[in-house]
């Protein structure tokens, strides 16, 4: 079977440490507060629905990298058009969340079982070169960064509410 190359063990572990990062950021959110808007219009809801539906676009792209013969054009992701597009207003937090957390331990399964050259494989988005190792990173940098979004989004709401 083929070994996670070393240099990548600790971005793997970022990257599945996400969905628990989350979780704990939106602990005890009531529902008032999951649609409540913050800073540049997004509120938990959101942000959770956003992660799922980026998650989903990472593991198609993760999966065409690796199936495909060549380095495949992948799907392009406008954040914006899809929280206005697909009604994130109108969708279930706790699915989003449930979604997200299903999707990270599949793509971290999957990626533990590559080896060197399965991270070094391609994909084109909008013009320009992915390997499966920057999807991993970002990834994981794209949970963290998240979490601290909602836990920001989260302190700033309970400060309007007192």
């Not at 449930?98 to 599949?106: E, G, H, I, K």
Request: glycine fraction near 8%; hydrophobic fraction near 45%; aromatic fraction near 6%.
């Amino acid at each position: 079977m083929p070994r996670l190359p070393d240099h990548l063990e600790t971005a793997l572990v970022r990257y599945a440490r996400g969905p628990s990062l989350v979780r704990e950021a939106v602990r005890g959110a009531g529902p008032a507060e999951l649609s409540r808007p913050g800073v540049g219009g997004w509120s938990v809801r959101d942000v959770l629905v956003h992660l799922a539906d980026a998650e989903l676009v990472r593991a198609a792209r993760l999966r065409f990298m690796l199936a495909d013969e060549a380095a495949p054009v992948l799907p392009s992701f406008e954040e914006e058009r899809w929280k206005r597009r697909l009604h994130y207003l109108w969708r279930s937090p706790e699915a989003a969340l449930a979604l997200y957390d299903a999707l990270v331990f599949s793509n971290a399964e999957l990626l533990r079982a590559c080896d060197a050259a399965a991270f070094a494989r391609r994909g084109i988005v909008e013009g320009a070169e992915l390997t499966v190792e920057e999807l991993l990173r970002r990834g994981a940098e794209h949970g963290e960064e998240h979490a601290a979004q909602l836990q920001t989004l989260r302190a700033g709401q309970a400060g309007r509410d007192s």
